[in-house]
């Protein structure tokens, strides 16, 4: 099992950036697929960027490819989401999850697919 905590949320000027971290407790964080998700007021959670455990595979949805780069530090337990560009409808409570599997190359992209969610980050993202 793992417990996941977000950070580094916060307020920033469209075009502005943040940089996201979720560490995780547990020593097997090296055998779990990552993935950030977010969730804006009255809507559905949306996925945002998923990472395989070795770190070789990422996958965005076209609303933030080449604005965020989701990478990870297995040494520290820690998955991280660096954000850039911001736009105002980034605004949302953004969550890491975790997908425990034995394949190294494996990522999720279905919230569904993660059993375990961190708590949230809140980022606001002013016009």
């Known amino acids: 099992q793992v417990q996941l905590v977000e950070s580094g949320g916060g307020l920033v000027q469209a075009g502005g950036s943040l940089r996201l971290s979720c560490a995780a407790s547990g020593r097997t964080f090296n055998r779990y697929a990552m993935g950030w998700f977010r969730q804006a007021p009255g809507k559905e959670r949306e996925f945002v960027a998923a990472i395989s455990w070795s770190g070789e595979r990422t996958y965005y949805p076209d609303s933030v490819k080449g604005r965020f780069t989701i990478s990870r530090d297995n040494a520290k337990n820690t998955v991280y989401l660096q954000m850039n560009s911001l736009k105002p409808e980034d605004t949302a409570v953004y969550y890491c999850?975790?997908?425990?599997?034995?394949?190294?190359?494996?990522?999720?992209?279905?919230?569904?697919?993660?059993?375990?969610w961190g708590q949230g980050t809140q980022v606001t993202v002013s016009s």
């Open positions: 999850a975790g997908d425990l599997t034995y394949s190294s190359t494996r990522y999720a992209t279905e919230s569904r697919e993660y059993e375990y």
